[in-house]
């Protein structure tokens, strides 16, 4: 059944029949998997529908010693926004496991690099979710580095699957000296804050609680305490899942509980 059916019907499937991919049955939730269907959730805002987005997870599906060929293993299932924005309390078992699929994720100290900016581009798709102008947030962040660090740009452009987890990876980026991580929303903001770069990111997401979004403070960037990183990671361990336990109502039991 993984194979026959899309990751929306398997989560209608985890819920029993209480969600739906129907925009018109309005009895229901609305499960909406990515950013290109901003109609969809404007209209669920608009009415008052509750909506379960669907996308990529977190962290974890990069090559590690539980997922050595660097499989999609965990998709995000988010009520009613795009990504978990806000801390929320939860137990500490799905970060656990999730460590130790990838010991690489355990916090290790902020690393101190001071070689460059890494400027990671956004996906011109989630630009259009936000009303955002691609080419005019590159030009104006661009501008706003150089005006508060002086500091080369490395610019990140997302690839294909196979290059951004098994070629130069954004850990092998930030590695060669990243001094912090600018980005719209990417989860390559995260991905920095774990492995201990600071991050800037410019709307609500998975990275905000723990990122600025003032680039006037390059020179001296965010970087909160260890226990808060940590408790945003298993939030958002909370808030992924693999296609088994959206299919077996374990995602949508999970949202529910802790939505």
């Known amino acids: 059944m993984a194979n026959k059916i899309s990751l929306e019907e398997s989560l209608v499937l985890g819920s029993n029949g209480k969600l739906t991919t129907d925009p018109s049955d309005t009895s229901k939730p609305l499960v909406v998997r990515g950013v290109i269907k901003r109609d969809h959730v404007n209209e669920c805002i608009k009415t008052g529908r509750d909506f379960y987005y669907i996308d990529t997870g977190y962290l974890g599906n990069f090559v590690s010693p539980g997922n050595p060929n660097g499989k999609k293993l965990w998709h995000r299932v988010v009520k009613n926004e795009n990504q978990h924005s ?79 987890v098994k070629d130069y990876t954004i850990y092998d980026a930030l590695d060669s000296g990243t001094y912090a991580t600018v980005t719209m929303n990417s989860m390559a903001a995260m991905e920095s804050i774990v492995h201990g770069v600071p991050a800037f990111v410019s709307v609500p997401c998975a990275a905000g609680p723990l990122a600025s979004n003032d680039l006037a403070q390059l020179s001296n960037p965010y970087m909160p305490d260890h226990k808060q990183i ?22 949508y039991d999970l949202t529910e509980r802790y939505s």
């Open 230 to 251: 940590e408790r945003q990671c298993k939030s958002l361990a909370y808030g992924q899942f693999t296609l088994d336990e959206i299919q077996d109502g374990t995602a």
């Open 86 to 164: 806000t801390i929320r309390d939860v137990p500490s078992d799905r970060w656990e496991k999730l460590i130790e699929q990838d010991p690489s994720l355990a916090w290790s100290g902020w690393k101190n690099y001071d070689k460059k900016i890494l400027l990671v581009m956004p996906n011109p798709k989630a630009c259009k979710y936000y009303k955002i102008d691609y080419d005019t947030w590159v030009k104006e962040t661009e501008e706003t580095i150089k005006e508060h660090i002086n500091l080369p740009v490395e610019v990140r452009i997302k690839g294909s699957r196979s290059e951004r």
